[in-house]
Every structure is written in structure tokens, then in C-alpha cells.
């Protein structure tokens, strides 16, 4: 059996992949794996093989986050191969093949957010606003309902996600099991968000939140005009509308949320994508110090007196005792 047709076999019995993830998969087999090795026998597969193969594809341009990506594929493959008994150790053994380095986005500022708000038609406006102060995914937000928000109480409920593939669009459950959650959202967002339920949303409760003229839900390559037209007017082309999730998540870290707290907030199954949120910058860091300097309680009139008779200490004359004091004499 050569890798290729092991590899269809793996893919084709791997049910329990997401729509996106499947179709990612398929692209990363058809482009980088199947024309390079899926000739090869599966067990005429080596670490050198393989390490000639990574190196090639590096050497021909392909970026080397995709070619990662490709490796981990190849190397998941082939421990079911392992696990199989077709093969006796898994080839894919080049250290730092799989990992990924991309630079860490700075995320748009607040003030940049609203202006992109500003910037976008009405019937889109609140689309930017719900991403900025909720951290929603872009699946999660297009496929929320009139039914998913609760003005009275503040909040919007997540249990789906719309995900577009090359077969067209499908609705499914979110990213992750945490996906599923009840988000609060800021109190000052709540008027306009009831307004645009009063403008643009069907009575119905399935009516879709955003939907077009029509009532169809929202698909990305007609928002893809509308958003880059508010990213001209706005002066901010870099932004994407991902980078409004970004956003959100570091508002919510800047307000001391705990690690669960962005976690649940965000719909993050590991505290490793909440943690990337909560470093500090070098304003948050300033700022934390100086929060941190006015929880010291200023001295009492005795322990002045006290630090100022310590042994080792010249003896403070009455001006200098004055001032330990506070005095203003």
C-alpha cells in the first residue's frame, strides 16, 4: 500500500472531523503530501525520506507555518499507520518540523474598533460592535438568532457556528465543546443592540441576527466588500476582522479576568490560548504597578516616630520628625 492510498483511507475514516478541519486536511494532502510521497510505499518511508521531503518544501517557498502544518498531518497519519501495525516506529521524527513561529498580531485598539463601526454600513455596524465586546468567532456570530439574545438580561447564548466549505454552507456545533456558552455583554452596547434587532431582524425568533435584504444569513464573501471598504474609509487596511476577537479577549484580560474567566468568556477548551491574552504590555505593566503601590497604607503618626528611633539612625530633629509625620507645619 503507498502512502497515498493510506492516507485517503485515513481521511475518508476520520468522521469525527469538523467540515473546516476535513477540508484543510484534504488541501494540505492534495498539495504538499499525496505529490510528493503518495507514490511511495508506506513502509518504504524513512526519517531521511521524510527529512528530504520537509526540506524540499521549504526550499520551493512554501511558508513555513503550511509546511508545519503539513508535517503534523504526516505525522498523525502515520501513528495510525503505527497503531495499525503497518508500520513498527513512526518516521517523523525532525525536532521543531511541527511547530509553528508566526509573530504575535497587535490587535486593533479600542478606538480603531469604533471607528471600523463608523465606518461600515448601518445594517453592519452592530456585527463590528458584538465582535469587539464579546470575543465571538466569526461562525458564532453568523449563526446567532434573534432567539440567542437576552436583552433584559444582557447576554447572548452561543450553540452553533455557520461554517462555509467549498461544498457550500453548513450549520454545525461550535469550534469546541467550550463553544457552547452564555456570554455577558457590556451594559452601554444593550440599547443599540436592541435597536438593530428592531431594524434589521425578522420577528421570528430563528430570525438570523445578521442576515441580507433577503433574510439569507450572512456569508463571508459578501461581508469581505463591506469590510474592506470600512477598512479604506477607516484608514486601518491591516485589520482583520478576527483581530476584533483579539481585541476583545485583551479588554477582558485588562480588566484582571482570571485564566477560567477567559477561558469561558472566549470558548476556550485549554488555558493555553487564554494565557497568550494575558501578558503584559508595557502601559498594563505600568499601570499594574502603580495599582499595586496605592494598596501600601500610608504610615500612622506612631510608626513614624518608630522608624525614625530605630537604632543605626541619626536622632531626627523636629523638622525632620515633621515631615515623617506628614505635618504640614
Not at 91 to 118: D, Q, S
Not at 185 to 204: A, I, N, Q, Y
Not at 271 to 298: C, F, G, K, N, W
Request: aromatic residues 6%.
Amino acid at each position: 500500500m503507498t502512502f497515498g492510498e493510506y492516507a485517503a483511507a485515513w481521511l475518508a475514516g476520520r468522521a469525527d472531523l469538523r467540515p473546516r478541519t476535513a477540508e484543510l486536511y484534504q488541501g494540505l494532502l492534495n498539495r504538499h503530501l499525496v505529490p510528493q510521497l503518495g507514490a511511495v510505499p508506506l513502509t518504504r518511508l524513512s526519517t531521511t525520506l521524510v527529512r528530504q521531503w520537509y526540506a524540499a518544501r521549504l526550499r520551493d517557498g512554501i511558508g513555513r507555518s503550511t509546511v508545519a502544518k503539513a508535517y503534523r498531518l504526516l505525522k498523525c497519519i502515520l501513528n495510525t499507520a503505527v497503531v495499525d501495525e503497518v508500520l513498527s516506529r513512526n518516521p517523523c521524527v525532525i525536532r521543531g518540523a511541527g511547530a509553528e513561529r508566526t509573530p504575535e498580531r497587535v490587535p486593533p485598539t479600542l478606538v480603531e474598533a469604533h471607528a471600523l463601526a463608523e465606518a461600515i454600513e448601518p445594517r453592519w455596524r452592530m456585527l463590528v460592535l458584538l465582535a469587539t465586546w464579546s470575543g465571538l468567532r466569526w461562525g458564532e456570530l453568523v449563526a446567532l438568532r434573534r432567539a440567542s439574545i437576552d436583552i433584559e438580561r444582557g447576554r447572548v447564548t452561543v450553540t452553533d457556528q455557520l461554517v462555509e466549505t467549498a461544498q457550500g454552507r453548513e450549520l454545525g456545533p461550535p469550534k469546541t465543546d467550550a463553544g457552547r456558552r452564555t456570554v455577558h455583554l457590556p451594559p452601554h452596547l444593550m440599547p443599540e443592540l436592541s435597536d438593530h434587532l428592531d431594524r434589521w431582524v425578522g420577528p421570528d425568533p430563528g430570525a438570523w441576527l445578521f442576515c441580507g435584504p433577503l433574510g439569507a444569513p450572512l456569508a463571508r464573501r459578501n461581508f469581505t466588500v463591506h469590510w474592506t471598504r470600512a477598512r479604506a474609509e477607516a484608514g486601518l487596511p491591516q485589520v482583520r476582522f478576527h483581530d476584533l476577537r483579539h481585541l476583545s479577549a485583551t479588554l477582558a484580560a485588562t480588566t484582571g479576568a482570571s485564566t477560567r474567566e477567559l477561558m469561558t468568556r472566549m470558548g476556550h477548551s485549554s488555558p493555553r490560548a487564554a494565557l497568550i491574552y494575558q501578558h503584559a504590555t508595557a502601559d498594563r505593566d505600568q499601570a499594574v504597578a502603580q495599582a499595586m503601590s496605592e494598596l501600601v497604607p500610608p504610615p500612622s503618626p506612631a510608626a513614624a516616630i518608630a522608624r525614625a528611633r530605630r537604632p543605626g539612625r541619626p536622632t531626627p530633629g523636629a523638622g525632620q520628625l515633621a515631615l515623617d509625620l506628614g505635618s504640614t507645619a
